[in-house]
């Protein structure tokens, strides 16, 4: 009887063939399919109204945005007061001068402008101008940019890389028309309101004209591509048989995570709210230095950053697509999501109220109900449960910006690069607030365009590079482009995070 006892000298006696049937060819097994990792979850792209770009139209679109009436940013020379004022800029009363700050808050994809109103209000432009000029001061301040005067600071941040764009010239000289059309603007002050009111009296008159403003929100697309080649005989004499399928696979997965990777960016750079953690004011004061505040995010920010969010009209509800199609949807509502990286999970889960209590909710707590503050559906890919207002999703694949906060001396255990601390987004993104463009498609079929030659193909004869048909490759191309709609609706707190 044959032993298979040490086919390949694998005891190392020396001798090759210790088997009393010989040398055995084969002493391993390949399963049939390979491990394969799972595919990552799509987080963001769910969340996102779908365009398409029709052809011959060229690679930019764009849309419209009307301001409400009562609104600051709503800013025109078409009213008249409802003191009867006609707003020609000679009339006594009150004139209304705003700045618009445009500020650069991370590295910009032509999408990260944060905007700022600076308003002021007095009898004249030149006070009403001064007044505003007091309220930039306020805003500058507050973002730690502030220089010695209004003037040396909007020099210094015009110089900057990328530069803030501020607006002091066609809504606040004496050139300029009093913004009157939109009557008492986003004022809450009771007194100014009342003033403002749109009353008329027995006879009439031309009073209370309103006005109206848009702006242009514009997109774009880009291409993006990736491809492998390979041989014939890498698939003949591979152990896999099934290893063209799987790189296929892989292909696919990359593009997805690529698109999503792009629209995380994107979403990033186009925060119109950001709140800093601790005592911070700006990215390069995150800090988790030996003996300062830490720059964490607390209980008390999330309340705010609702409140902040309440004020801007974000919804609490998120319309989220639920297809493999992209076609069908469904609404989550009584909360916002709030989107983290895994780093930042000890930082919520220690989190307490007002009251000193645990502030964190499990999902587990409500995923799947019918009734209470978060029980409407199941659960998103990746949330963990729920603090304040907002519903934690955690997405593995977060991005973080690394060494670009504080320098560090004595580190008090948070992650850092290069001798500063690394800074961590928590990312809320409100209902309708953006939207991704594609090209040729409608939203109900794929989004990728693949092409697989394979060796000894017609298509893979080539007199030049290949005449015996020996290669082939699997390429992936796409198109991908970003549209924020309402930057107040999408807000960032940046942190430090814990080792």
């Known amino acids: ?24 060819f084969r002493t391993d097994h390949y399963q049939k399919k390979a491990l394969i990792e799972i595919r990552k979850e799509q987080y963001f792209s769910p969340l996102a109204d779908v365009v398409s770009m029709p052809k011959h139209f060229g690679k930019k679109i764009k849309r419209y945005h009307y301001l409400p009436i009562l609104d600051d940013a709503n800013i025109n020379d078409q009213g008249i007061d409802a003191a009867g004022l006609t707003g020609n800029g000679t009339d006594e009363g009150t004139v209304k001068s705003t700045i618009i700050i445009q500020r650069p808050d991370v590295t910009s994809t032509g999408n990260g402008m944060v905007w700022e109103y600076a308003v002021g ?4 432009f030149a006070d009403s101008l001064t007044a505003a000029e007091s309220a930039a001061m306020d805003i500058f301040k507050a973002l730690g940019v502030f220089d010695t005067s209004y003037a040396a600071t909007v020099t210094a941040l015009e110089g900057l890389t990328p530069p803030w764009i501020i607006d002091d010239t066609t809504h606040a000289n004496t050139n300029a028309v009093p913004s ?12 100014v309101m009342l003033s403002k009111m749109p009353t008329l009296a027995e006879e009439g008159g031309r009073v209370n004209r309103v006005g109206f403003t848009r702006v242009d929100l514009e997109g774009t697309i880009e291409k993006y591509g990736m491809f492998y080649d390979y041989t014939k005989e890498s698939l003949d004499f591979d152990t896999d048989s099934e290893l063209d399928m799987h790189c296929t696979r892989e292909l696919l997965n990359a593009g997805n995570e690529v698109t999503e990777d792009l629209l995380q960016i994107n979403l990033l750079s186009s925060a119109g709210v950001v709140r800093y953690g601790g005592d911070a004011t700006t990215t390069s004061e995150i800090t988790g230095e030996n003996g300062t505040t830490p720059s964490l995010i607390s209980y008390e920010d999330l309340m705010r950053l609702e409140i902040d969010l309440d004020q801007n009209r974000c919804p609490k509800q998120t319309k989220v697509i639920t297809g493999t199609r992209m076609v069908d949807t469904r609404v989550v509502a009584g909360a916002r999501y709030m989107f983290i990286g895994s780093e930042l999970i000890p930082t919520i889960k220690r989190m307490t109220d007002l009251f000193g209590n645990q502030a964190f909710i499990g999902v587990e707590h409500y995923a799947g109900g019918g009734s209470g503050k978060y029980g409407d559906s199941s659960a998103l890919n990746g949330e963990i449960g729920a603090v304040g207002g907002f519903r934690i999703v955690v997405v593995p694949e977060m991005a973080h910006w690394a060494g670009v906060g504080a320098s560090v001396t004595t580190n008090d ?6 001798g500063n601390y690394d800074v961590f987004p928590m990312l809320v993104v409100g209902d309708a607030s953006f939207t991704t463009i594609g090209f040729q498609t409608d939203g109900k079929t794929t989004k990728f365009k693949i092409k697989n030659v394979k060796p000894e193909s017609d298509s893979s004869y080539d007199r030049v590079n290949d005449p015996f048909g020996e290669m082939g490759f699997s390429s992936l191309k ?22």
């Not at 009157?180 to 007194?191: E, F, I, M, P, Q």
């Open 1 to 24: 009887m044959g032993l298979y006892n040490n086919p390949n000298d694998t005891d190392g006696s020396g001798s090759p063939v210790d088997s009393t049937i010989g040398t055995q």
């Open 121 to 124: 209000e007095d009898i004249t």
């Open 180 to 191: 009157r059309g939109n009557l008492y603007g986003s004022s809450k002050d009771v007194g």
């Open 413 to 418: 255990g948070y992650r850092e690069t290069a």
């Open 478 to 499: 796409f198109y991908f482009g970003f549209m924020v709609l309402r930057p107040e609706r999408i807000a960032l707190c940046k942190s430090v995070a814990e080792y």
